[in-house]
């Protein structure tokens, strides 16, 4: 059985206790950890060695008070250190440029790593990275502070605008594919195709959103209400968080590669010399629509949801 060195904090005093933590964590090599006990819960201090040392640590709650706390601090792997493409856009979502120039999937496929993908589809991740890095060294910031949001802020801005967004957008697009369908579907049946395929989008995401609106989000509202008003998690009939939110997750991937199959299929939204208005509307409204799409689920996957789980989690301990 592993043997794994435990730093008892309360013996140390409280001007030397943190950087003696830190002269630890540097002394260990990948995979191995310690353990610091201590008399109150150390959260200020998994702040600081992020804010210091970056996301190299894995950080596990072994007993949670309420007079004594024991946590274990893990040096992670250099390819459990490697972001996912999720946390890299959900840091800094002009960075979703790059990814897209090289068609890499940065929403439903967020979990995965640039290594993974690029591997996966013969891109060179030289040409990635470069182009990452050019971004970093660009001015400016994000337009939008997405990670500073308040959860249920969160949850309200993306009813109000990407649900509102597809609510609004769907019968116009089941009206209009069906009839450009119907009209051209002779001459290219790749339009019959995509209306069958928006049609199954369609009616997922339908059920999809009322699901997130009366489930799933109204739980993480009371989440932070919980945590601001320092009350008992609530209790939910799904049991934790985490499970919801998988069932999302899947959905939303479901979702992607079905409007990827109408990009392929449509070439990605080549309109043909002989298409009328309307054809040429749809394919510019199907564009519209996935990449909205791409930003809702991205807030959701890659912000939304991690952050849920972790507080849910950070609440119980």
């Known amino acids: 059985m592993e043997t794994i060195a435990t730093l008892n904090v309360t013996e140390i005093e409280p001007r030397f206790r943190h950087p003696m933590i830190f002269e630890q964590f540097d002394a260990l090599e990948a995979g191995e950890g310690f353990v610091i006990s201590i008399d109150h819960d150390p959260k200020p201090l998994y702040y600081q060695l992020i804010a210091e040392r970056g996301n190299i640590f894995s950080w596990d709650y072994l007993e949670s008070g309420p007079e004594n706390w024991q946590v274990k601090i893990e040096r992670k792997t250099s390819e459990e250190q490697e972001a996912t493409i999720g946390e890299i856009v959900a840091k800094d979502y002009r960075k979703a440029q790059v990814f897209k120039k090289f068609g890499i999937d940065f929403c439903c496929g967020g979990k995965k790593k640039v290594s993974e993908v690029c591997s996966k589809k013969g891109i060179d991740i030289n040409d990635v990275k470069r182009e990452l890095a050019v971004m970093d060294e660009a001015q400016g910031t994000p337009s939008q502070n997405y990670q500073s949001w308040e959860l249920d802020f969160m949850c309200d801005y993306i009813v109000s605008t990407h649900h509102k967004y597809v609510k609004d957008t769907i019968p116009f697009l089941l009206e209009m594919s069906a009839k450009v369908a119907r009209v051209h579907g002779d001459a290219h049946p790749e339009v019959i195709v995509a209306a069958e395929a928006f049609a ?118």
């Open 200 to 317: 199954g989008v369609a009616a997922d995401l339908s059920h999809h959103l009322q699901k997130e609106e009366q489930i799933l989000f109204p739980y993480i509202k009371q989440l932070v209400n919980a945590r601001k008003a320092n009350t008992a998690l609530p209790a939910a009939a799904f049991g934790q968080v985490a499970n919801p939110i998988q069932v999302m997750e899947a959905e939303h991937e479901h979702a992607g590669e079905d409007l990827s199959e109408i990009r392929a299929v449509t070439n990605d939204f080549a309109v043909p010399e002989d298409a009328c208005t309307s054809y040429r509307i749809l394919f510019k409204m199907f564009q519209e629509f996935e990449a909205d799409l791409h930003q809702h689920v991205h807030l959701e996957n890659n912000i939304l949801f991690p952050k849920a789980i972790e507080l849910e989690k950070t609440w119980n301990n």
